[in-house]
């Protein structure tokens, strides 16, 4: 047999076959990146993304394998671990390279899950939420190797059926998948220290940024986050769809941020606790003048930070807020009416008879809005249904802004305009 047909696993053949086949298959990636995907048929852009799904998975193996036992390229570099020449080379950044060669020296020590990638049935992503689950049963001093083995049996399985979100949440309760009768009370008592870390770990701050922003910066359990995005995707989702109905754009970040300024405008005081006999409330100080006018300012609190005259009629139409309305003299002239706010009852009857927002060209549903006086409060408005109109909060915030003017339409609605 001539020497140019020998394997040579030193790489030192003149025809070297891995040399050869890398280069077939960069030829035949390069062939194919010069086709344009936009002609394919539908059924064969589904099965050229499963197929290199597959080929991903085994490109990575490949690379895993080589990772892992890159030893020498370390120590002929004078590195910690091959991630230096990486970072030389390959422009690869330190924590990533040795990110990269910590997961490869992982996956080499399980086989399944090794050869999971190399078939192409487990993705990297998934290989790493399999791993760090084996590694976690590795250091439970109750788990045996017996229990490695088959925890490691049962995930690479699940691997070829679930994302690896399902996975991660999975490899978190293998063992009890392994032998429930062992491991439901230690699992009960891991979730349980969980959840006390979580409560020790929780905090809240908030920073004013001085141009009528607020920064805040919270870590919470992660089943009151769940809880609270479950809250306000509820509340953001159905603005996102109505505003590209009619053609807008906003960014989901931001309808996020305006939902969860909704919970806080719309929380039910009344579930807040009592000092002294009353329920906790917000005052809103202003001169009388600047109440009746639509200029001017008010102040959150007797010394607070300044907000407009507007913003504060605003809050006033759907929030527990005392408006404390001074005098020329500061003197205290009122500290609001017992009836400013719509009743409950009286806020059904209102979306039984407008239905959505009664600003023109906006359908909000009525479960979006708000009830606002068209004469206002401060005005001596009543809080009847008559003197009332339910807006989005968008409109509601317009409708209070000196920037428009606003008519009532004869069909109810309420028509903006921008004044000159």
């Known amino acids: 047999m001539s020497v140019e047909h020998e394997i040579n696993h030193w790489g030192?053949?003149?025809?070297?076959?891995?040399?050869?086949?890398?280069?077939?298959?960069?030829?035949?990636?390069?062939?194919?990146?010069?086709?344009?995907?936009?002609?394919?048929?539908?059924?064969?852009?589904?099965?050229?993304?499963?197929?290199?799904?597959?080929?991903?998975?085994?490109?990575?193996?490949?690379?895993?394998?080589?990772?892992?036992?890159?030893?020498?390229?370390?120590?002929?570099?004078?590195?910690?671990?091959?991630?230096?020449?990486m970072l030389t080379e390959l422009r690869v950044d330190k924590k990533i390279g040795r990110a990269e060669v910590k997961f490869a020296a992982a996956?080499?020590?399980?086989?399944?899950?090794?050869?999971?990638?190399?078939?192409?049935?487990?993705?990297?992503?998934?290989?790493?939420?399999?791993?760090?689950a084996l590694?976690?049963?590795?250091?439970?001093?109750?788990?045996?190797?017996?229990?490695?083995?088959?925890a490691e049996k049962l995930?690479?399985?699940?691997?070829?059926?679930?994302?690896?979100d399902d996975l991660k949440n999975i490899?978190?309760?293998?063992?009890?998948?392994?032998?429930?009768?062992?491991?439901?009370?230690?699992?009960?008592?891991a979730l349980q220290r969980e959840e006390e870390q979580a409560l020790r770990r929780t905090f809240f701050t908030s920073r004013a940024n001085g141009d009528g922003t607020v920064d805040i910066h919270a870590r919470v359990s992660y089943a009151v986050g769940h809880r609270l995005r479950t809250i306000l995707d509820s509340l953001a989702q159905p603005r996102k769809l109505s505003a590209e109905d009619r053609g807008r754009k906003a960014p989901y970040d931001r309808l996020l941020g305006q939902a969860f300024a909704r919970v806080i405008e719309t929380y039910d005081v009344d579930q807040l606790p009592r000092h002294g006999g009353h329920a906790t409330t917000v005052f809103i100080t202003m001169d009388v003048e600047d109440l009746r006018n639509d200029l001017g300012t008010a102040a959150l609190g007797f010394d607070g930070e300044q907000i407009t005259a507007a913003e504060a009629r605003r809050m006033a139409c759907n929030a527990d807020l005392i408006p404390v309305v001074l005098g020329t003299d500061s003197e205290i002239l009122d500290f609001g009416r017992t009836t400013r706010l719509a009743?409950?009852?009286?806020?059904?009857?209102?979306?039984?008879?407008?239905?959505?927002?009664?600003?023109?060209?906006c359908d909000a549903p009525a479960a979006w809005t708000e009830a606002h006086h068209l004469r206002p409060w401060s005005q001596g408005g009543r809080t009847d249904l008559a003197n009332m109109v339910l807006?989005?909060?968008?409109?509601?915030?317009?409708?209070?802004?000196?920037?428009y003017d606003y008519e009532r339409l004869p069909d109810g609605r309420i028509r903006f305009t921008r004044r000159s």
């Open 12 to 85: 030192t053949n003149p025809v070297d076959p891995i040399d050869a086949e890398l280069a077939a298959l960069e030829s035949s990636l390069d062939n194919l990146l010069a086709r344009d995907p936009a002609y394919w048929r539908t059924s064969q852009k589904k099965d050229r993304l499963k197929r290199l799904e597959i080929i991903q998975a085994k490109q990575a193996a490949l690379k895993l394998r080589i990772l892992a036992t890159a030893g020498d390229i370390a120590e002929e570099t004078g590195a910690k671990d091959v991630s230096g020449w």
């Open 107 to 132: 996956v080499s020590r399980y086989e399944l899950v090794a050869a999971g990638i190399a078939e192409g049935v487990v993705s990297q992503d998934k290989a790493r939420v399999i791993t760090k």
């Open 391 to 403: 807006l989005c909060p968008s409109d509601h915030r317009r409708i209070h802004d000196p920037n």
């Open 155 to 164: 995930l690479v399985d699940y691997a070829t059926r679930l994302t690896a």
């Open 135 to 150: 590694e976690a049963v590795e250091a439970d001093p109750t788990a045996s190797r017996e229990d490695l083995a088959y």
């Open 343 to 361: 009743h409950p009852v009286q806020h059904r009857a209102l979306r039984l008879r407008d239905k959505c927002c009664q600003a023109e060209d």
């Open 171 to 189: 490899g978190k309760r293998i063992l009890v998948e392994v032998d429930p009768e062992r491991f439901e009370a230690a699992e009960a008592k």
